[in-house]
């Protein structure tokens, strides 16, 4: 369901509640892992049906769905995303539906080039390809980027598993403290191979995935009793299949190229263009840290300007988001989006988007999303505000 009224207040006000992280004894950047991936399926669905006698006065529908991939290794990787809505609408005046859609596609692929050299190793070649689609639109806007650049990403999610099943640890007097670095890393390194163990094991796979931990855990000399009790697996298991830790990356990268476009379509009549646009330098940078644990930082951008008309026109976004974990279940969101264009002799149009949000893991894959969103499209004096709560469902 989705309800839309004026709010925000209490949104706001929930990034206060933040507490101090407990003492560790490793770090994000320890987890230097040869692979890196990450995948999720976001799904919701909203509808609404009235009537007022034998009459419909309302009944429209929408769904939304949003798809990430991302890997990582030396000397490959690649990511995937891929977002969509579409929505129904029922017209009381002429008792037809109407409906809409749209869908944005981004795809990238990276090869490291030196990747046995330990001082240019993050050294890149990439490929990205981008498309999206509005249903007035007869075929997609679509584009190449090819470009050259430095950096890698990490994701260190199984690292923060590892933290929260210390702490739960530590709570039921299972250990006697904070863990050493070493088995911190081992620790989320074989709660990352879960999918190796179901492969390797079948059906009953967790029996032998929880002794690895364990013995992790006993040769680090912290464990208090010969074996982990009944309460600290259970703990254990509660926080990798009935919690949501949000996704932890860090790391960075600089790319710089050039964009070839294949298709531009024409907004205001749906149509292809004619004459494709002269490839532009196209830059790009993204950022991501969690810091203490509790908090997840990302931020990116893309510049991209006309080489026969370099840094006079150009197009540009930039956007930075920060999740803080306020507990085992519930995520405060807080993020910002900015857009700008400029034609020669025209002075810049810039947009600007903000949203804070607050996401309640009701059980296993459902969610509850509750998000305030304050938007400033370019050149309007007044910004428009919207609130949505929104059930979701994370397929994986």
């Known amino acids: 369901m989705r309800l839309k009224a004026a709010a925000g207040s209490v949104l706001a006000a929930s990034a206060l509640l933040a507490g101090a992280a407990t003492a560790q004894n490793v770090s994000v950047t320890d987890y230097d892992v040869p692979v890196s991936k990450a995948e999720r399926l976001l799904v919701d669905l909203t509808a609404n049906h009235a009537t007022k006698g034998s009459d419909k006065t309302a009944s429209n529908g929408n769904v939304g769905a949003v798809y990430k991939r991302f890997y990582d290794s030396l000397p490959f990787g690649y990511s995937i995303d891929v977002t969509g809505s579409g929505s129904t609408a029922l017209d009381p005046k002429t008792d037809e539906y109407e409906s809409t859609y749209n869908a944005d596609l981004s795809g990238s692929i990276k090869r490291y080039i030196w990747d046995k050299n330990a001082s240019l190793k993050d050294i890149f070649g990439s490929a990205r390809f981008d498309a999206n689609m509005l249903k007035d639109y007869d075929q997609p806007n679509s584009s190449v980027t090819i470009a050259l650049g430095y950096g890698r990403f990490i994701n260190a999610t199984g690292l923060a598993k590892a933290v929260r099943m210390e702490g739960f640890l530590i709570d039921e ?144 976004s930039a956007a930075a988001d920060l999740t803080y974990e306020l507990t085992n279940r519930v995520d405060f969101r807080a993020r910002y989006g900015m857009k700008l264009g400029k034609i020669e002799d025209v002075d810049a149009e810039v947009a600007h988007s903000a949203g804070v949000a607050l996401i309640y893991y009701i059980e296993n894959q459902v969610n509850l999303v509750a998000q305030e969103q304050i938007e400033k499209a370019a050149g309007d004096e007044d910004a428009t505000t919207n609130f949505t709560l929104t059930l979701n469902y994370r397929v994986f």
């Open 173 to 316: 007097n299972e250990i006697t403290g904070n863990l050493p670095k070493d088995a911190m890393v081992e620790l989320a390194k074989i709660v990352d191979r879960r999918g190796e163990y179901e492969d390797t094991h079948g059906a009953t796979y967790k029996k032998q995935w929880y002794a690895d931990m364990e013995e992790v855990i006993r040769k680090s000399g912290m464990l208090k009793e010969d074996a982990i009790g009944a309460v600290g697996i259970l703990r254990m298991d509660e926080v990798i299949e009935r919690e949501q830790i949000a996704d932890r990356f860090y790391g960075w990268d600089l790319a710089v190229g050039s964009k070839f476009d294949l298709t531009v379509v024409d907004p205001t009549t749906g149509k292809e263009v004619d004459e494709l646009p002269s490839p532009p330098l196209d830059v790009s940078a993204h950022y991501a840290r969690p810091v203490a644990w509790e908090w997840q930082f990302n931020a990116g951008t893309r510049w991209s300007s006309p080489f026969d008309n370099l840094g006079k026109a150009y197009t540009g």
